[in-house]
C-alpha cells in the first residue's frame, strides 16, 4: 500500500544510537545500531517516532515546508504589529490634537 505525502511535520530529526543486548552481536564490541528519529511535541510532552529509510526524505520535506511556513507567518505576525503600533501612533497624535 503506498504511504500518504505528509505535508507538514513539527519536530527535529535525531539519530537514536544503542545496543541491543545480544553478547554476539557486533554492538556489543563495536558500534551501537543507529536509526533515525523524529521528536516532536504533543501534549505537553516530547514523543518520538522511529523512521525507516524509506520515510527519511519525506519527513525532511515536510519538517522543511514547516519552517518556511512559520517562517511566513512569523513576518505577517511581525507586519500586523508594526501596523498595530503605527495605528496607534497616529491615534496619539490625533488625540493630541
Not at 23 to 28: E, Q, Y
Not at 29 to 42: I, N
Amino acid at each position: 500500500m503506498p504511504r500518504r505525502k505528509i505535508e507538514l511535520l513539527r519536530g527535529t530529526l535525531f539519530v537514536l544510537r544503542r545496543k541491543c543486548g545480544k553478547p554476539t552481536c557486533r554492538c556489543a564490541t563495536g558500534e551501537p545500531h543507529e536509526t533515525a528519529a523524529l521528536a516532536y511535541p504533543a501534549g505537553g510532552r516530547t514523543n518520538t517516532i522511529t523512521l525507516t529509510h524509506a520515510d527519511l526524505a519525506a519527513v525532511r520535506a515536510a519538517l522543511a515546508r514547516y519552517e518556511a511556513a512559520r517562517v511566513e507567518l512569523d513576518g505577517a505576525a511581525d507586519a500586523g504589529i508594526a501596523a498595530l503600533r503605527q495605528s496607534m501612533a497616529e491615534h496619539r497624535v490625533r488625540a493630541r490634537r
